[in-house]
C-alpha cells in the first residue's frame, strides 16, 4: 500500500508522522522501500481519486461523473446500496442541494494494483436545505473527519463506499 497526502505529494505520510516532519520523509527507509512497490496501476488510481475530489471540491459534476463506470456501486453512509451512475447523479443532486462542502486535510491510499483505494479527509460544510429526516437546516457549518473506499475497473471508480459519524454531525448541527 502506498500512502500520499493530497494534492498528489510523493513523501509517505507514515514516515513523515515517525520523524515529525511531514517535509522531511524524501530520505526515509521506509519511504524507500515502499517507493519501490509503486506501480503504474497504483499512480493510475493515485491520479484517479485525486481528480475525482478535485471535481467534487469544484463543484464540476459533470467530470466527477465521468470518472465513475455507469454500473457504479454507491454505498451511503448508514444508508442504502444504490447502483448505476443515473442514481449516483440524483444523489449527488440533492446533497449539492442541502449541503455546501468542501474536502480536507486528504489523504489518499491505494492498492500497489491500483483495483481499491481508500482516502481520509475533513469535511467542511454548510447545512443549506434540510434533508428528510434530520434537523432543520439553518446555514449550520459543520467540521467532520470521513473517509472513503474505492473499486476501480477500468480507469473508474467502480464501488464508492462512504463513511463519517452522523451522530456526530446531528450533534454540530443540532447546536449550530
Known amino acids: 500500500m502506498v500512502i500520499y497526502k493530497y494534492p498528489f505529494y510523493p513523501p509517505l505520510f ?3 508522522l515517525l520523524n515529525g516532519n511531514p517535509q522531511s520523509c524524501d530520505n526515509s527507509p521506509l519511504f524507500s522501500l ?5 506501480t503504474p496501476m497504483n499512480q493510475q488510481t493515485q491520479t484517479l481519486i485525486q481528480h475525482y475530489y478535485a471535481a467534487f471540491n469544484a463543484g464540476d459534476m459533470d467530470t466527477f461523473l465521468n470518472l465513475v463506470t455507469d454500473d457504479v456501486i454507491h454505498d451511503v453512509n448508514q444508508g442504502p446500496r444504490e447502483v448505476g451512475k443515473a442514481a449516483f447523479r440524483a444523489f449527488m443532486e440533492r446533497m449539492n442541494g442541502a449541503y455546501k462542502e468542501s474536502l480536507v486535510e486528504m489523504v489518499i491510499m491505494s492498492s500497489a494494483d491500483g483495483k481499491r483505494a481508500a482516502a481520509e479527509f475533513v469535511v467542511l460544510g454548510e447545512y443549506l436545505r434540510t434533508d ?3 434537523p432543520e437546516a439553518r446555514g449550520q457549518k459543520y467540521r467532520l473527519p470521513a473517509g472513503a473506499f474505492f473499486e476501480v475497473r477500468d480507469g ?4 464508492i463506499t462512504n463513511y463519517y459519524n452522523l451522530s456526530d454531525w446531528i450533534d454540530q448541527v443540532s447546536k449550530g
Do not use: D, I, Q, Y
Open 14 to 16: 507514515a514516515a513523515s
Open 156 to 159: 473508474k471508480v467502480a464501488r
Open 132 to 134: 428528510e429526516g434530520l
Open 34 to 38: 515502499t517507493n519501490r512497490k509503486h
